[in-house]
């Protein structure tokens, strides 16, 4: 019969050996004294989550299409709302 592995022991790290804190980390952080905001933080070292906010974001409609005409913008294949967009912009002109 086979034995277990010894589990090994975690490794032991320092937090002396955390590198330095740059000036721009520095300038960057909060600043506290006594639990006191005395200046909030500027930033943070990584990008911001998700994707960046747009300027006109696209709005949620419902519509009631005819059956021939959705089957027809969905024989296309993906992308159909995109293409549809495009057309209604042609069709209106702008």
């Known amino acids: 019969m086979t034995r277990k592995p010894a589990k ?13 804190w ?8 909060e600043l506290a004294e ?6 909030p933080a500027q930033g943070t070292l ?11 974001p696209k709005e ?9 005409v959705l089957s027809a913008l969905r024989s296309g294949g993906p992308g159909w709302q995109v ?4 057309a209604l912009r042609k069709a209106l002109g702008i």
Not at 9 to 20: H, I, N
Not at 34 to 39: C, H, I, P, Q, W
Request: charged share 40%.
């Open 8 to 20: 090994s022991s975690p490794v032991w790290v320092d937090p002396d050996d955390a590198p330095e």
């Open 22 to 29: 740059t000036e721009d980390q520095l300038d960057r952080a």
């Open 34 to 39: 006594g639990g006191k905001v005395l200046r």
């Open 46 to 56: 990584t990008r911001g989550r998700g994707r960046p906010k747009i300027d006109k």
């Open 60 to 68: 949620q409609v419902s519509v009631r299409l005819d059956p021939d």
């Open 83 to 86: 293409r549809m967009n495009e």
